[in-house]
């Protein structure tokens, strides 16, 4: 089946932030290498049948959150219950593929429950998830507390890049 978005990124911030310029630097590696996508920001209010035809015309998800009480926001936890609808209409996010990116304001802020918590919601949709190449963690994961201060975040930027290129590998197909 031909889809019209190869990778689909979810920014899930209330605001426009580090989590979106992260997902975006995803997207500009997947896009550099040849594969269209397209950005979601939750920051800006888009219909929520737009958005679940967007999840189900993409063939990769990426899904990058800020930690709030080290989980996923309201908002991001408000799409994602609404996603339910696709599951039981015939699982129709069965195996796209899926990455997260998480950012926090403290280093041990809870990231990885925020991916933890993105990975669980993948794996109940029979979703494949991936994690960072190389780097070979669980996505990208981000120290940020002001606007912009991803980009003086090495690791932050490292995981995220990694896992831009683990997709893109994927997606053009692996040698196994
Ligand atoms: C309501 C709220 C709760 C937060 N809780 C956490 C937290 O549990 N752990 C953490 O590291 N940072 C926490 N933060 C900080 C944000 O995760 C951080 O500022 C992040 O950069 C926000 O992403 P954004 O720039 O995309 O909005 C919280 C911020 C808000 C507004």
């Not at 990058?64 to 015939?90: C, E, H, W």
């Not at 994690?131 to 090495?154: E, P, S």
Request: with cysteine; aromatic share 4%; proline share 2%.
């Amino acid at each position: 089946m031909e889809t019209k978005i190869d990778v689909l990124g979810i920014s899930g911030s209330p605001r426009k932030g580090n989590t979106e310029i992260l997902v975006k630097k995803a997207l500009d590696i997947c896009e550099a290498d040849g594969l269209k996508t397209k950005i979601i920001s939750l920051s800006d209010d888009i219909p929520m049948d737009e958005i679940l035809d967007d999840m189900c015309d993409a063939r990769a998800i990426i899904i990058g959150s800020p930690a709030y009480f080290a989980n996923v926001p309201a908002k991001l936890k408000n799409l994602m219950d609404k996603t339910n609808i696709l599951r039981q209409q015939g699982r129709k996010l069965k195996n796209k593929f899926g990455g997260a990116i998480a950012v926090g304001g403290h280093r041990n802020g809870g990231q990885e429950y925020v991916i933890l918590a993105i990975h669980n919601f993948m794996l109940i949709h029979e979703m494949l998830v991936i994690g960072d190449k190389d780097t070979a963690h669980f996505g990208g994961i981000a120290v940020a507390k002001n606007l912009g201060d991803v980009l003086n975040d090495k690791d932050g930027l490292e995981t995220t890049e990694n896992l831009a290129k683990r997709i893109v590998e994927i997606l053009k197909g692996v040698e196994i």
